[in-house]
């Protein structure tokens, strides 16, 4: 205790602010390099989530939003359309059960489904839909 009553700290405010740059610029360029790969995380993440019985057709994203900018107007939004295939019965709950799976990942927020239609081809049902979410 009588070692840490001895120390005393300098710290002039020119110090302090210097270091609170150097913060803030660290954080900004962790922020950049996280942009960087957002889109892969994006696709990794779908990838691992996607059940097999459900085909993905097509997949757009707009990850281009600024994170070193509070007010930045670009929107991050993923459109995913694909065919979930199986017992007619069981299909809408296929969905439902995989869009609350990719809702509960940290990458997406707010999934709703833009579009969806049962279709019998060939003897086998699907349902195509078109599903909408915000990137976090």
Do not use: C, H, W
Not at 11 to 20: A, H, N, P, T, Y
Not at 27 to 35: F, L, P, R, T
Not at 39 to 58: C, F, K, M, Q, Y
């Amino acid at each position: 205790k009588r070692q840490l009553e001895n120390i005393a700290l300098r710290g002039d405010q020119s110090l302090i602010l210097k270091l609170v740059e150097d913060i803030v610029n660290r954080n900004k360029a962790i922020k950049n390099i996280g942009q960087k790969y957002v889109s892969l995380a994006v696709i990794g993440e779908i990838a691992d989530l996607t059940p097999p019985n459900i085909r993905l057709v097509s997949l757009s994203a707009q990850v281009g939003r600024d994170l070193t900018k509070k007010k930045s107007k670009k929107k991050r939004n993923l459109i995913i359309s694909g065919v979930v295939r199986g017992d007619r019965l069981t299909l809408e709950s296929t969905l439902a059960s995989y869009l609350m799976s990719l809702g509960n990942s940290p990458l997406f927020e707010k999934p709703t489904i833009s579009k969806k239609s049962v279709k019998n081809l060939n003897g086998v049902n699907e349902l195509e839909f078109e599903a909408r979410f915000k990137l976090s």
